[in-house]
């Protein structure tokens, strides 16, 4: 503990104290990126370029207004080069750069893009990273990574991102990410997000923006950040598209289909995507128990098979009115259809004490579920005046359904009697379904120059009924209902508003500072068990950025806020689910929201290179509790509040162009995390260091291939209780472009050397559980995708939605 403080107290003092760099004589270039609707360009990349060697000279990023500002002390003869994502490049006249020079280019426009297919020409194979004060951008769009891949290969690609096996989506060494699409959140569960994301092509992805800690205007749900994923803004002829196929096989042949359009005609623009995804795999669980009993230790060795297909049918299609060039109206429809099937077959091996005979437990699990959901956005906004001010607002719909039904089978013997088995059975339906009406409003106005202020209120209004009937059979008997079969309605009302300053103190020295309030009126009703748990809380959840540029080469973003993570709805449920006759899972009625304090220093060293240190503090922090009888030798799990929670975090991600035809992008990132809680009569105290390395190379070769490959090493690590040992793996990817760019063939394999495989342990109080598991990781996937374009030129336009309560379905 003092060593783990005494190296982040040093990294901290080291990187505050980095001397002030900046210089005495500086040249300003500044200006203003517009389209050629007159209309901002924010995030352009601008350049200054030597003529002589073609590097580059200084940069900046230009901010959501479409301001930049480039401030040098170099001497060169240069040009100002402006790109982004959708628009063809701008290159000014030579000038000579020099110490005293101001140079105003006033409004620099950008013509859209054509992107007819003979005219695209990829330059980069690596992934650009763009680093603004409040988020991380990466842009995928034209790489590797994005060809043939799904969106959550991607995600978790991203620098600070971990993607578990469970699809469970880790931000800086922590849960509780909530994810965002086109600034609309997503509505889903973790389950469902993760089935969903990979049912989307990587390759509809424009860039992922990762954003450790939000300001005010986003829903403070979520303590460990927001990951907003931007889908593409096809600048492209009237109609646009593409069709692509595919299939993994890691030990099951996994087909995969989608198509996409895009249209416009007059003031209507409209778009629509169709994606079938089938994902499966094979989970080899190995699980050990020391149960103490009186008479001595028994032993439970499991060796269990389960495998997993689900399919998912996703369609999602916009449809887009300006109403004139102020005003903007559109409509959002998201459709989905999902069915899985899960066979779970287990034996285990039991040893008990002052028996001379091993007893056989086998069982078997057979599960199907069918779900549905729709969901629908309305949104409109409007430009005030020519100054920046605007209003929007969106109008949310969901409504979700999902049914399944498991049997668990369990024959059990003794010695090599096999003909002397007790059998039973457990039948489980779970029906349940939700919905969800949001509405919010949101106002933007500037209050002088590079001044802004931000307002807006939302409301979300929840409804779900989640009904679980089990029932047992004894010996091929009759089906008896089970007590603990029930009914639960849960009811969440969120009003909220917030409002948010964005000002200067210098040219060197901006800030952003916000508040944001929640009210929130929750209740759960247990049917079957008269049970009915209120909860209502008013919250303020403040937060603060100051960006501190010492030069052209340095800055030093910090930020600070608070947090909330309300419960899964399907968590408060006081249900019981049989994972098998050993194990049970429960629900906790009882859970409260967990409140998370974040803090970060961010410093940027020549906008690629970048240092980050990060503190979090969760009081009531959810985590999975495991508990044993040991006279009835059962497990059980639930989610429970832990007291409190610790993270420090450091982390680096250095950029290195090793040829002009060799990139690579490469992070370290330090954690340590503590638990601490009282768990029955038991008192938790955990705490550890580890560390997680990513190596990504990026190659562009001759004959029109690109390709790629990645390796990942997490270190040892906790997790409430359990202690997981330390695994990496290694994927990689080539792609080919043939017939003029229409066509595109990639071939990516996951985990070549079969090596990510999770060993576990929990050892605390009377628990000593081990675990060694391996999904089918391990594959190879082909894609062939077909782009087509046609027409004259347009910009279809994505607009925002509101709301995280999809993210706590499950």
Do not use: C
Request: net charge negative; proline share 3%.
């Amino acid at each position: 503990m003092k060593t783990t403080n005494l190296l982040f107290l040093t990294l901290l003092t080291y990187l505050l104290g980095v001397s002030n760099l900046a210089a005495k004589d500086i040249s300003r270039i500044s200006g203003k990126i517009t389209d050629q609707n007159e209309q901002a360009v924010p995030y352009a990349n601008v350049a200054l370029i030597d003529l002589t060697d073609g590097h580059l000279v200084d940069g900046a990023v230009s901010d959501e207004n479409g301001a930049f500002l480039i401030e040098s002390t170099k001497t060169a003869k240069v040009k100002l080069v402006v790109s982004s994502i959708g628009f063809a490049q701008f290159e000014s006249e030579v000038f000579e750069l020099k110490p005293g020079l101001i140079k105003d280019f006033g409004s620099v426009t950008i013509e859209d893009e054509m992107t007819g297919l003979d005219e695209v020409t990829v330059k980069s194979s690596r992934p650009e990273i763009i680093i603004e004060p409040d988020k991380t951008t990466i842009n995928v769009e034209g790489t590797v990574m994005a060809e043939g891949a799904n969106a959550l290969d991607v995600i978790g690609r991203s620098p600070g991102i971990y993607v578990d096996q469970d699809g469970i989506i880790n931000l800086n060494g922590r849960t509780g990410a909530t994810v965002m699409i086109n600034d609309r959140l997503t509505y889903m569960s973790a389950t469902d997000l993760a089935n969903f994301l990979r049912a989307m092509p990587a390759e509809n992805i424009k860039s992922i923006e990762v954003i450790n800690n939000p300001s005010a205007r986003f829903d403070a749900e979520g303590s460990a950040g927001v990951i907003n994923i931007k889908l593409k803004k096809n600048t492209v002829d009237g109609m646009f598209g593409n069709i692509q196929a595919g299939a993994l096989y890691n030990g099951q042949w996994l087909p995969n289909t989608g198509v996409s359009l895009n249209v416009k005609k007059g003031k209507w623009s409209t778009n629509a995507n169709l994606n079938y995804n089938y994902y499966g795999n094979y989970n080899d669980l190995n699980i050990y128990r020391n149960f103490t009993l009186p008479e001595g230790v028994s032993n439970f060795s499991q060796t269990s098979r389960i495998t997993t297909r689900n399919k998912n049918l996703f369609f999602n299609g916009a449809a887009n009115y300006e109403i004139n060039e102020n005003q903007n109206i559109a409509l959002n429809v998201q459709a989905s259809d999902y069915n899985d099937m899960n066979d779970n077959s287990s034996l285990t091996d039991i040893i008990v004490p002052d028996m001379s005979e091993v007893s056989y437990l086998d069982s078997k699990n057979d599960a199907t579920g069918t779900g549905n959901r729709i969901f629908a956005n309305l949104h409109y906004d409007a430009k005030l005046d020519t100054l920046g001010t605007k209003i929007s607002s969106d109008v949310d719909f969901t409504r979700m359904n999902s049914d399944s039904k498991s049997l668990l089978t369990n024959m059990q013997w003794v010695g090599e009697n096999i003909s002397d088995v007790m059998d039973s059975k457990i039948l489980t339906l779970n029906d349940m379904y939700y919905n969800i009406f949001t509405a919010k409003v949101d106002f933007v106005k500037p209050v002088g120059k590079g001044n802004t202020i931000e307002t807006g209120v939302k409301g979300s209004w929840v409804k779900s009924d989640n009904n679980l009937d089990l029932s047992k059979s004894q010996e091929d008997g009759p089906f008896i209902p089970d007590p603990s079969s029930n009914q639960f309605i849960y009811n969440e009302n969120v009003l909220a508003a917030y409002v948010s300053y964005k000002g200067k103190f210098s040219e060197k020295l901006s800030y952003q500072v916000g508040l944001r309030g929640e009210h929130s009126d929750i209740t759960g009703n247990s049917v079957t068990l008269n049970q009915v748990n209120n909860q209502k809380y008013f919250n303020l959840f403040p937060s603060a950025f100051l960006q501190h540029k010492l030069s052209d080469n340095y800055q030093i973003v910090y930020n600070v806020n608070r947090r909330i993570t309300r419960p899964n709805y399907r968590l408060l449920n006081p249900f019981v689910y049989y994972i098998d006759p050993l194990t049970t899972e429960t629900g906790n009625p009882n859970l409260t929201p967990q409140y998370s304090n974040n803090f970060e220093m961010n410093h940027v060293v020549k906008g690629v290179y970048q240092f980050t240190l990060g503190y979090s503090e969760t009081e009531d922090a959810f985590m999975q509790v495991f508990v044993q009888n040991e006279e009835e030798r059962t497990t059980t799990t639930y989610t429970d509040n832990f007291d409190k929670t610790r993270n420090a975090n450091f982390r680096a991600i250095i950029p290195v162009d090793i040829k002009e035809w060799w990139a690579t992008s490469n992070m370290v990132q330090v954690n340590y995390n503590q638990y601490k809680s009282q768990i029955g009569d038991d008192y938790l105290n955990n705490s550890n260091t580890s560390f997680m390395v990513r190596s990504q190379h990026n190659f562009t070769l001759p004959l029109g291939f690109k390709a790629e490959i990645m390796g990942i090493y997490l270190g040892p690590q906790i997790w409430g209780q359990g202690r997981i040992e330390g695994f990496g793996w290694v994927d990689a990817g080539v792609t080919k472009s043939i017939m003029k760019d229409k066509f595109t063939i990639s071939v990516n394999g996951t985990d070549l050397f079969r090596t990510q495989v999770i060993k576990a342990d929990i050892d605390f109080a009377a628990i000593d559980t081990s675990f060694r598991q391996y999904r089918s990781n391990q594959g190879v996937r082909f894609t062939l995708k077909y782009t087509f374009s046609k027409g004259e030129s347009f910009k279809v336009k994505s607009n925002s939605g509101s709301s995280e309560e999809r993210n706590r379905l499950d």
